[in-house]
């Protein structure tokens, strides 16, 4: 067994997490724990949402501290935010010749185990994770998911486990794959889904054909045979999927979006009743009832996987296959942060607000968010409340977040949220720089708050809001 591989059958394994509370880690917590592993991590004090899965699983975090490394504990699996020479429980099983392999190796052992399928892309990758998961339930498809967040249809969970798995075992698995530092070349695919390629992560790939070049890698990772499942309509992911295959013309490519070519080429219907509605030319009509085209696009990469998965495990895409996977995607109301109603509220004037949090941090993922909020939510006022996230993204691509808003009413910025990897002083670009950027855009309609704090007494002056339904 080498060095960053795990025993097939876990039950009984004693696996350490260091960093257990992070969203990764604590889904491969469950993936674990599901398949019979015994537990113990250590992180933080600090409370996060993901202490909520722990404690469902019987399961709380520890201090860190050298004492938690037990004669008892056979792996450790760390987050790439500790460094194994200070943290004291990696320096604990270093000295003890425990094996040790970060969030994503371990990622990748687990893919050797099953069969496997990597979902990824600049846009998207967890939500169509999450649209996948919720299909294969549906289907009864012995299927394991991970997602890079809660998603409300795995049972408000960032995993998936199949009922089947019980009696059939975990014969296939689906995950989110990052390609930020290349963390997805740890992963071993069988199929891959290709949402988007676009410039992002700048502070690792200065270029966009370095990010592309990642792609392509982790495409060629694939072996011969093996499936990737790219969007028509994304420019960046047509051009990879193009280079990949010539360099390996034994993969087979299949494509979905308006620009594809059969049984997954999108036709867009009608919003109606709190539904949107597309059809897939070879497979009929189907809806979904969260907002965005792009959503719709990600629902159709999921569709394509499904199908697939059913064809390599020797079921036909029927009509109960069809009827499932239409149910499936009436089941999906999105995941953590990705346009999640946190709330509602009703003014004096008996007009309803809705509360909306997304993750979107890149100009491409606002503009479109934004549009699809436009479209489904038709006649309401959009107030938009944005913080950049690194400074590298927000200096890299300025002029695109500037003039990514044009569907807002009004526009809220602030000061620009910092990653650890990065120095603010080695940058020229504020919140403010931004600010001054949109404000050529859109004039009076952007405003800037350095926190929090201040943009949320201006807007409950503005809605006078109420508590209501």
Known sequence: MSEHSLPRDVRGVHIHFVGIKGTGMAALVEI???RGAVITGSDVPERFYTDEILEKLGLAACTFSESNITDAVQYVIYSSAYNPDTNPDLIAARRRNIPCMLYTQALGALSQTAFSCGICGVHG???????????????????QVLAGSVIASFGNSCTMTSDTCAENGHKYFVAETCEYQRHFMSFCPQKI??????SDHQDYYPTYNDIRDAFIDYICRLPAGGELIYCADDAGAVETAAIAKERRPDIVCT?????????????????????????????GEFALCVPGRHMVRNACAAIA????????????VDGASLNCLKEGLLRFTGGRRRSEIVGRAVTPAGESVIFIDDYGHHPTAIRTTLAGYREFYRGRKIIVDFMAHTYSRTQALMDEFAASFNDADEIIL???????????ADFTVTGRTLFE??????????????????????????????AGP
């Open 193 to 198: 889904i290709l949402t988007s390629v676009e």
């Open 437 to 466: 950027h949109a404000q050529k855009n859109y004039g009076s309609r952007v405003r800037y708050f350095d926190d929090f704090a201040g943009a949320a007494q201006a807007l409950e002056k503005e809605l006078a809001c109420s």
């Open 414 to 424: 602030h000061k620009i949220y910092s990653s650890a990897r990065e120095n603010a």
């Open 32 to 34: 674990m724990h599901s």
């Open 305 to 316: 996987l499904c199908c697939s998965l059913l064809q390599q495990e020797g079921r036909s």
């Open 125 to 143: 990758k967890t939500t169509t994770t999450g649209l996948t998961g919720t299909l294969l339930k549906e289907l009864h498809f012995p299927a």
């Open 255 to 283: 494509a979905y979006g308006e620009q594809a070519s059969g049984s997954f080429r999108l036709s867009f219907g009608q919003i109606k009743d709190g539904l949107q509605f597309f059809t897939l030319q070879g497979l």
